[in-house]
């Protein structure tokens, strides 16, 4: 049995760790091919990455045009965000489960790889499994709380996609510093 030490639990961004989550601020810019045209664009954090990039998955500008609308990451702000993403025209669900981990990590190497500060946090909690502790999502969290999670076996956890996605995003940025210093 996996101890609390084994695990970096987070969920929302004013709790511990908050700073994984996909509300949290981290502005950063990455180019998007949009409109037939490959665009430079700010994104202020990796929700907005996400719904955007899933409006673009199913060719809805409408959708992707307001994601970007939305200037802010307040609560409300990122709930907008949340909200248009679950209007995108044309979603099929098959198509999504197939592009949603790669977008997800995709976005978070972003948003590691352009913040110093929170680049350092992700290294600085070594090899333990990324927890997202919504007791609300058992798609990108484990359908529970940090308390409740540790009192239960790991197989009757959710998916844990978010948690996955910050693993691999430590592992290829810790890759590529150890190729810069390597050269």
Not at 79 to 92: P, Q, S
Not at 137 to 157: H, K, N, P, V, Y
């Amino acid at each position: 049995m996996r101890s609390a030490a084994d695990f970096t639990f987070f969920w929302s961004t004013n709790h511990i760790n908050g700073w994984a989550s996909q509300w949290y601020r981290a502005p950063f810019t990455a180019t998007v091919h949009m409109k037939g045209v490959d665009q430079e664009i700010l994104f202020l954090s990796n929700e907005h990455w996400m719904m955007l990039q899933k409006a673009l998955l199913f060719a809805d500008h409408e959708i992707a045009d307001e994601v970007l609308s939305v200037q802010g990451t307040s609560k409300e702000d990122m709930a907008k965000v949340k909200k248009l993403g679950r209007r995108v025209k044309g979603f099929k669900e098959d198509v999504w489960v197939e592009n949603r981990e790669r977008i997800v990590t995709e976005g978070t190497i972003h948003k590691f790889r352009q913040n110093a500060d929170l680049r350092r946090k992700l290294f600085a909690t070594g090899d333990t499994m990324f927890v997202e502790a919504s007791p609300f999502d058992r798609i990108w969290g484990i359908g529970f709380t940090e308390q409740s999670a540790l009192s239960q076996d790991e197989g009757e956890w959710g998916l844990n996609l978010l948690g996955k996605a910050l693993v691999e995003a430590r592992r290829v940025l810790r890759e590529e510093e150890k190729g810069r210093k390597d050269s």
